[in-house]
């Protein structure tokens, strides 16, 4: 089974803290992806990742940054984070055209 | 703006109901569909998928989704819910372009079903 695991699954964090989110998947899938899911609004894309080192922004990417140092890891970065930035945070990979999601992290900034 | 659409925020069925759930989407060009679930305190699940071929798509647990590419739609139903399939449904187009292909949601429909 194609697992994707995300480091935390409850983060709070003060506005104004830099805040890391991790995932890691094991399946060497080559797509990686950040979205953030709030009530009503579905799930929204914030960034992804084709390859090690290779990113692109989503549809709501300010405010948060990326990184993708090696294959199996897709970091999702708050530089500041503000209350805003409250939410479900989930990862996924995937391989053609199937995704796998993570448990998801409920980040709250305070 | 290309976007998907999923126009019933919040249905609610006896069991034995049957169920249908809208999904549109703006995208020209090449297009994979899919579905997705949420259970309570789950994560998400592909419930079924669609490439090419036959537009009829089954999926897990009786459900089917229907492509129609005249209306881009791709609506999911299953002709008899149960009270298990209480939970957060969720249209995904994964639109292929030159650099990846990246997957866009829908809002989600909860699904609301009396025992």
């Known amino acids: 089974d194609v697992k994707v695991t995300q480091s935390s699954r409850y983060l709070v964090k003060r506005t104004g803290e830099k805040v890391f989110l991790e995932c890691v998947q094991d399946?060497?899938?080559?797509?990686m992806f950040w979205y953030r899911q709030d009530p009503g609004l579905g799930l929204r894309l914030i960034y992804f990742?084709?390859?090690?080192?290779?990113?692109e922004k989503g549809d709501i990417p300010e405010g948060y940054s990326v990184s993708r140092e090696k294959k199996e890891r897709f970091s999702l970065i708050l530089e500041s984070a503000s209350t805003n930035q409250t939410s479900m945070y989930l990862c996924?990979?995937?391989?053609?055209?199937?995704?796998?999601f993570g448990q998801g992290t409920r980040l709250t900034v305070v | 703006a290309q976007s998907v659409s999923q126009h019933n925020h919040h249905v609610i069925l006896s069991e034995a109901a049957s169920l249908e759930l809208g999904c549109n989407y703006s995208?020209?060009?090449?297009?994979?569909l899919f579905w997705y679930v949420q259970y309570p305190g789950q994560h998400l699940q592909l419930l079924l998928k669609?490439?090419?071929?036959?537009?009829l798509v089954k999926g897990i647990k009786g459900f089917e989704a229907e492509f129609i590419k005249s209306k881009f739609s791709f609506n999911l139903r299953k002709p008899s819910v149960q009270w298990s399939d209480t939970a957060e449904y969720f249209c995904?187009?994964?639109?292929?372009?030159?650099?990846?292909?990246?997957?866009?949601f829908g809002s989600g429909t909860r699904l609301s079903i009396r025992p």
């Open positions: 990742s084709y390859d090690v080192k290779m990113k």
């Open positions: 996924a990979s995937s391989f053609r055209v199937t995704a796998f």
């Open positions: 995904a187009v994964m639109k292929e372009d030159s650099s990846a292909s990246k997957i866009i």
């Open positions: 669609y490439f090419s071929g036959d537009p």
């Open positions: 995208y020209g060009g090449t297009v994979n």
């Open positions: 399946m060497d899938h080559e797509n």
